[in-house]
């Protein structure tokens, strides 16, 4: 099954078609299409692993607000 977007990207290259086509020949890839394919599925993982960092982030600057919330004692009687 093609992916219609990396056939748009292949159709895209103009001058940079044989630069890729190097690139991709040294990297060990048949085609262009497969290292494309490639570097797509290595942009979402790296998207994916951010949204996850992200997430724990959020998580972490949750728990410090919730430990900076207590009030803090004025006096040393209560």
């Known amino acids: 099954m093609q992916n219609p977007q990396i056939i748009k ?3 895209n290259l103009k001058g940079r078609r044989d630069y890729e086509e190097k690139k991709a020949t ?3 890839f048949n085609s262009l299409y497969t290292y494309f394919e490639n570097k797509l599925a290595q942009e979402k993982t790296a998207l994916e692993e951010s949204a996850k960092e992200l997430e724990a982030a959020k998580a972490e600057a949750e728990l410090l607000k ?10 040393g009687c209560c």
């Open 26 to 28: 040294k990297l060990g």
């Open 66 to 75: 919730e430990e900076k919330k207590e009030p803090k004692k004025t006096c």
């Open 9 to 11: 990207i292949i159709e």
